[in-house]
């Protein structure tokens, strides 16, 4: 829109630019809110899946008493999400109102530390609009943690920066703003694009390589640098007197040669798609110390766990210490354990992991109650926990025996 002021600010009136804005928002307010949940075990036999846990507070905004409201889904906010607790900041006003709000939602462990806290970026609420995450940590996990669950009870803080959204006085200096705007959108996203494109050419080309990967039967020309910039384990290697700093040569036997592929192309030009290998780009990435590369593969293995899957996958997280996936996959085995133990494998997939057996009992003895499950654990629910058992203790019985 235009404005009636129309000065433009002094640090533009040199620049050529086709128009500009002036945004000037209020100085935000800053107000933090804790909440305390004591007898969480009781919430839980309490509060069924979609409903929550209210609290209100007050600030005032620009001479303004305004109402919020904070809201815990400790059930989880729908069917979907059940295994997560739900957090929102809720704005109560019943008027035409509209507030600007971001804030950071944290849990404060047991001696006053905050831990796990959300980003939730800046928003415009109008009235009773909520703001938040439906998956802001999984049940389960949080009450294993001795430190962020005490004495049955967790306790909440929001620290929140509120202000109402600000006035905007807009110029067009030209007639063409919109055409040039898709213009630059459009640069950008060609310069993005021959970036990528020029950076595998240089790959697939071995133009100035100073390198050779050699994996299987296949060799790779490869620049030093660009590993270096991207992985600190490469990064050692090259910057010490290592063989393959004097050799020029790295030589990687325990990943196939399209494994190795996929991995450079992320390591050159950012690229990622879901494929079978995911599982052995997981272990490459972790190898290689690529934590961008080895959570976006956690991410796609965690979406797709099944009943074929997800042994194997608890193992190879467990493996390669990647907590989310491992996380995910434990928490499908606990739901699907009766599928599970009538499977034939699965005891010969975890007896060589006991750890990871005797942790997918304690999430199983953790499990709340729900609204489905209340009252003593069912004739077949206890079986199944007696077969993991008796499983458990054959396979330590086992180890103690290699020992030996």
Known sequence: MAGTDKAKPPELSDARVDSWSHLNSDQPVTHSHALKISRFRQCLDQFETSMFIQDSFSV????VRTNWELRVY??????????????FVKH????????????????????????????????VLSSKQMHGTKKYI?????????????DDSITFLLEAE????????????????????????????????RLGEDMLAMLSSGQLSDLTVKCEDQQFTCHKNILAGRSPVFAAMFQHDMAEQRKNEVTITDLSHQVVKLMLEYMYCGKFQDN???????????????????SACEVSLARNISLATCLELVVLADTHSAAGLKSSSISFIVSNLSKIVSMSSWQAQLSSHPHIMAQIIQSMANLPSSSHTRGPPSKKRKKELTSFKEALLSAMCSSESEEL
Do not use: F, W
């Open 162 to 193: 509120i202000c109402q959204p600000g006035t905007k006085t807009s110029v067009v200096e030209t007639s063409d703003t919109g055409d040039n705007r898709e213009g630059v959108d459009t640069a950008k996203t060609a310069i993005s694009t």
């Open 138 to 150: 999984e049940r389960e996990t949080l009450m294993q943690n001795t430190q962020l669950y005490t």
């Open 276 to 294: 079978t290998d995911t599982a052995s780009l997981l272990a490459a990435a972790d190898k290689y110390d690529l934590r961008e590369l080895k």
């Open 92 to 123: 109560k006003e019943g008027n035409s109102h509209r507030y600007l709000i971001k804030s950071v939602i944290q849990l404060l462990d047991s001696t006053g530390v905050k831990k796990v806290p959300v980003d939730l970026p800046g928003k």
């Open 60 to 63: 005032n905004v620009a001479g």
């Open 74 to 87: 400790p059930n989880g906010y729908d069917d979907e999400n059940s295994g997560y607790l739900g957090i």
